[in-house]
C-alpha cells in the first residue's frame, strides 16, 4: 500500500516570508543596537568617582554590543539555511506520492518563484530608500541581505531540490538475513 505524502514544495511560501522577516526583523534590529552602541560610545565626561561612564562602557557593554553585533549576521544566514536543510529534510522523510503530481509541484514552484520576485523587489526598494539602511544591510548585514534580493533564484533551486528529493526514489538496504537449519 502506498501512502501519499503532503506537498513539500508549499513550504516554499513559508520560507519566502520566513526569510523576507528574519532579514528584516534582524537587520533593523542591527541598525537600533548600533545606533544605541554609538550613543553610548560617545558619552563623554560623565564620571562617577574615578570611574568613567565611557571607559566603563567600553569594557562591559560595549563589548557584548559589538559581539552581538557581529553575531547577528551569523544568526539571520543560519536561520535561512536551517529552514531550507528542513524543507529538505522532510521531503525526504515524508512518504512517497504519486509521482503524477510533479505537475502541481512545479506550478507550486512558480508560484513561489514570483512572490519571491516580488518580495526580493520590496526589499531592494524598502533598503535603497534611506542611505543609513542601505549602509547596514550592504555593508554590515551583508550574507542576509544578498540572501533575500536573490531569493527567486535560492527559492527555485530549493524547490527543485525538495522536489527531487520527495519523488526521487531511494533505495534502502535490506537486513542480511541467515538462514539456520
Known amino acids: 500500500m502506498e501512502s501519499k505524502g503532503g506537498f513539500v514544495t508549499i ?21 537600533g543596537f548600533e545606533i544605541a552602541d554609538t550613543l553610548m560610545g560617545d558619552i563623554s565626561g560623565l564620571n562617577i568617582g574615578n570611574t568613567s561612564f565611557e571607559e566603563t562602557y567600553d569594557e562591559t557593554l560595549g563589548l557584548g554590543f559589538q559581539s552581538f553585533l557581529n553575531s547577528l549576521t551569523w544568526m539571520a544566514t543560519l536561520l ?53 539602511f542601505l549602509n547596514v544591510y550592504s555593508e554590515d548585514f551583508n550574507t542576509p541581505s544578498t540572501l533575500l534580493l536573490r531569493l527567486p533564484i535560492i527559492t527555485t533551486i530549493v524547490g527543485i531540490l525538495i522536489m527531487l528529493i520527495t519523488y526521487l526514489p531511494f533505495k534502502k538496504k535490506e537486513p542480511v538475513v541467515s538462514e539456520f537449519n
Do not use: C, H, Q, W
Open 80 to 132: 535561512i539555511f536551517g529552514m531550507m536543510f528542513v524543507m529538505m529534510l522532510v521531503g525526504f522523510l515524508i512518504p512517497k506520492g504519486n509521482r503524477m503530481l510533479v505537475v502541481l509541484d512545479i506550478f507550486i514552484i512558480v508560484g513561489a518563484f514570483i512572490v519571491a520576485v516580488y518580495i526580493s523587489n520590496a526589499f531592494d526598494s524598502f533598503i535603497n530608500i534611506n542611505e543609513d
Open 11 to 31: 513550504t516554499l511560501f513559508f520560507f519566502v516570508f520566513f526569510a523576507l522577516m528574519v532579514v528584516f526583523i534582524l537587520g533593523i534590529g542591527f541598525y
